[in-house]
């Protein structure tokens, strides 16, 4: 395992390299913005990574919670079985998918998602029992924000030679993306302004909130006109194939070195709470000596 | 030509905004792996 | 006795706290007053255009001055210790919630009741659209606030800087309900838009959210 981090770590960075060379030389210039378009070799690969990771962290949140209860927990399984089904079965009806389209997204592109909350579920239960979900839940939540931060300051930098613009407020996919980070960081502060026994199910709570909370905000912003070009994939927009490739071939470097800062943190995080066990077994084991008696409440502030 | 500042300026503030974030999990790395070789020498 | 002579008691105890200080409902008051008289300063309160821009500012006044009476839902049971002899209490733990939220909706309501006639007069405000389409989105946006920002000052009372955590966990989780109550009040007033979108909107949101809340606010109140 020692081993294993620097030698991917010297991969991920060949990869990125050869990613990055891929977007500034042999991507073909875009016939209408030049040069400046090879911003989304950045902009779209973090943003796909930070809605996988904030994505990850709501599964993580839903079992967290219901881990709580068994009955409660059994109950959560077969409603993700039952939603994986229903969802994917939901996106062939023909009306269903007349919807879709009228709302830009293509079916095929929800019907996997739809597929990858049960697959995710139950992955996630197998790999992180216990306290580890939740560590995954911080984990997941902050290198998401860190990816949503370089989505929210590429965009505007692409934004400016493009439409004239910083910023077009009121546009569909800015507005949530915004509000999507805001809402992991108000995450994030909770779980540092929080008691450490109670922050776990706080946070849960929070995340399916904010989960909740997307799909309203991206309606409520239905109405205004949208500026931001449509999605590369699931959108009807089309692209040249070659663009495509570097597009995909981008993203996978930065999914490495994303799991790379995942893992890393995950470690992180692990440590932490290792010293604080390791604080508390001290504090007691003093009280114990001061005391001698072996009950911590005889605590005694010196 | 104006326009490839811009470009250069996106992947730099993308680099450096991973890298702030990866330098704070190395000092944070730090500060635990101290704390808990101070720990173990307190017993 | 069951969920529902719960929730009245608890209710109804709430309402006679508040008839006793007042504490909450003057200080929201005074608050949106504030509010209206510095911004009536900020910009020209008669021009044509500040009807484009008032729907906004009523509903921010309210949603600031909303916190205050939040932020007083639970740190008053945190006296004493009445949060925790409810958690031992056999008493459904939905039931408390839907008493504070609907404490909280009778507070704000009475305070928006308040106000409403202050912008009137001091906007020169004029009603272009239908205007008893106001009156869902009132009732519907007040519950929007109330629901979750009882749920999340019954997050924040557990964690530290109370006061502090309430706006940053309940702004963020809002923004779709400010969203509609805003456009769908400036679409009312300047009347150029239909707001039947809004209203929708906001009882999704609220039937969302309610059903949320319902069904997590056992886990919070008991998390350890």
Same mark, same amino acid.
């Given at each position: 395992m020692k081993r294993l981090f620097p030698i991917l770590s010297v991969l991920t960075a060949i990869f990125l390299a050869y990613a990055l060379y891929l977007a500034l030389v042999k991507a073909p210039t875009d016939a209408l913005q030049g040069d400046v378009y090879r911003i989304i070799y950045y902009h779209v690969p973090s943003a796909w990574t930070a809605f996988l990771l904030f994505f990850i962290n709501f599964i993580a949140s839903v079992q967290y919670l219901a881990s709580a209860k068994s009955s409660r927990q059994t109950a959560a399984k077969w409603i993700v079985i039952a939603v994986g089904v229903v969802g994917v079965v939901v996106t062939f009806l023909p009306q269903v998918q007349e919807q879709l389209k009228s709302f830009g997204m293509r079916p095929s592109a929800l019907a996997t998602t739809v597929v990858l909350i049960p697959v995710t579920y139950f992955l996630v239960g197998k790999w992180f029992p216990g306290e580890r979900m939740d560590v995954l839940a911080v984990t997941t939540a902050e290198v998401g924000v860190v990816f949503c931060t370089i989505v929210l300051v590429t965009g505007p930098i692409w934004a400016r030679p493009v439409w004239g613009i910083w910023w077009a407020p009121g546009d569909i996919r800015l507005t949530s993306t915004l509000v999507l980070w805001l809402i992991y960081v108000s995450y994030l502060i909770l779980r540092r302004f929080s008691?450490?026994?109670q922050t776990q199910m706080l946070a849960a709570a929070l995340a399916v909130f904010g989960a909740l909370d997307v799909p309203l905000v991206y309606f409520s912003i239905w109405f205004f006109r949208t !500026?931001? %070009? !449509? %999605?590369?994939? *699931? *959108?009807g927009g089309s692209m040249d194939p070659r663009m495509l490739d570097v597009l995909l071939i981008s993203w996978m470097a930065f999914l490495c070195f994303a799991f790379l800062v995942c893992w890393s943190r995950f470690r992180l995080e692990l440590l932490h709470r290792e010293v604080e066990q390791a604080h508390a077994m001290e504090s007691l084991a003093g009280a114990e000596v001061r005391a001698g008696v072996s009950l911590p409440l005889n605590r005694r502030a010196q | 030509m104006n326009a490839i500042k811009f470009l250069f300026a996106a992947y730099i503030a993308t680099w450096v905004i991973h890298g702030v974030y990866v330098g704070t999990l190395v000092r944070r790395f730090g500060r635990l792996r101290r704390e808990l070789k101070e720990l173990g020498k307190g017993k | 006795m069951n969920f529902w002579a719960v929730t009245l008691a608890t209710l109804r105890k709430d309402i006679r706290l508040e008839w006793r200080s007042k504490d909450a409902l003057n200080s929201m008051l005074f608050f949106s007053l504030l509010v209206v008289v510095i911004f009536s300063f900020s910009f020209d309160p008669l021009a044509e255009e500040s009807r484009h821009i008032v729907g906004g500012l009523v509903w921010v006044a309210f949603l600031f001055a909303a916190v205050v009476a939040l932020n007083q839902t639970w740190a008053r049971e945190l006296r004493n210790q009445v949060l925790d002899a409810y958690r031992v209490s056999p008493a459904p733990a939905n039931a408390l919630f839907l008493a504070k939220a609907a404490g909280n909706f009778v507070f704000v309501s009475l305070l928006e009741a308040l106000m409403t006639p202050l912008f009137v007069i001091f906007y020169n405000l004029r009603v272009l659209?239908?205007?008893?389409?106001l009156i869902p989105i009132t009732v519907f946006g007040t519950w929007a606030l109330v629901v979750n920002g009882t749920f999340f000052a019954a997050m924040s009372v557990r964690t530290r800087s109370r006061e502090l955590m309430l706006p940053l966990l309940l702004f963020p989780i809002s923004i779709p309900a400010v969203i509609a109550m805003v456009a769908g009040t400036t679409a009312i007033l300047t009347? &150029? &838009?239909?707001?039947h979108f809004y209203i929708v909107l906001l009882l999704t949101y609220d039937v969302v959210f309610t059903t949320a809340c319902l069904g997590l606010f056992e886990t919070i109140l008991h998390a350890e």
């Open positions: 008691n450490s026994a !500026q931001h %070009p !449509q %999605p590369v994939i *699931g *959108g | - | 659209g239908p205007g008893w389409q009347g &150029e &838009e239909s707001a």
